[in-house]
């Protein structure tokens, strides 16, 4: 009689890298904890692995930027389909975990601040495929866009994100974030993510969302894009006042308005890119 009360429990040590048991093997081999100001959640379902990566373009010999690689269970996922993987990761305390998780697999590890990356310098091509630090989400995105060489983004971010990238004028979501997205291409919704495909599990539900960026466009004048922010800052107000409140006078911007063929109280959460590009160019913010 066997009395080994362990003998017939797996090995987490031969588990997937993502499973639950391998996730807190490792965490605890190495004496880590998560940490929520890192937005440390570790993806725990191999399904949503493998549809990021499928969803994100990782293929042979295609060049992948990760941010934040964790644990690795990501990386590998994309690494395993052949694509040239840099990921780029803030938390020392993962190089030991990182070294044996990614060992064999070809990935270049970057230790340092993704708001301090230089992705201008990224390889013609880059997609990134990345569960994205839900605290600098905005900026990242906002990163990825100005740099010419990403051509994609395939992100986890928070479903309230994930909305707002998607949202259509008019909608409740739609805002600066929608008409930045526009801007420099288009977003596609892939799909939801329950709480319970992270381990620890987040406090909100999170999305897959893929981002192209139309390279053939040239860079938005950044006037421009100032001019939509401040247009949209208070989305609910009219466009006419949220205007008025960055200093254009009432007459030109009353002019701005009718000439782009919008009711004179339109407020500017119903304002579509191309009308705003219309009245940017009617007070000579850009050409």
């Given at each position: 009689m066997n009395t080994d009360v362990n003998a017939d429990l797996p090995d987490p040590s031969t588990a997937p890298l993502y499973s639950p048991a391998r996730v807190r093997e490792l965490l605890t081999l190495h004496g880590l904890r998560p940490t929520k100001s890192l937005g440390q959640n570790f993806l725990i379902d191999g399904n949503i692995l493998r549809a990021i990566a499928e969803a994100g373009g990782a293929a042979p010999g295609v060049p992948v930027l990760e941010i934040g690689p964790g644990l690795g269970v990501l990386t590998r996922e994309v690494a395993s389909r052949g694509a040239v993987v840099t990921a780029l990761e803030k938390d020392e305390r993962l190089r030991p975990v990182l070294a044996e998780t990614l060992a064999g697999t070809g990935v270049h590890v970057i230790w340092g601040d993704a708001l301090d990356f230089d992705y201008a310098g990224l390889p013609a091509g880059t997609r990134v495929i990345a569960n994205l630090p839900y605290y600098i989400t905005g900026v990242l995105l906002s990163r990825f866009m100005q740099a010419p060489n990403i051509l994609s983004a395939t992100v986890l971010v928070q479903k309230e994100v994930a909305q707002r990238l998607a949202a259509k004028p008019g909608q409740d979501a739609y805002g600066f974030l929608s008409a930045l997205a526009a801007l420099y291409g288009s977003v596609k919704?892939?799909?939801?993510?329950?709480?319970?495909?992270?381990?620890?599990?987040?406090?909100?539900?999170?999305?897959?969302?893929?981002?192209?960026?139309?390279?053939?466009?040239?860079?938005?004048?950044?006037a421009l894009v100032s001019f939509i922010d401040a247009a949209l800052h208070h989305r609910r107000k009219t466009l006419r006042n949220n205007l008025r409140l960055i200093g254009h006078e009432g007459a030109p911007v009353d002019a701005a308005i009718a000439g782009a063929g919008l009711r004179a109280d339109v407020r500017a959460e119903d304002v579509a890119l191309d009308d705003l590009q219309a009245v940017a160019r009617s007070l000579g913010v850009v050409r």
């Open positions: 919704h892939v799909r939801d993510v329950p709480k319970g495909a992270f381990l620890p599990a987040p406090d909100v539900t999170s999305s897959v969302v893929r981002l192209d960026f139309d390279r053939a466009r040239p860079l938005p004048d950044p």
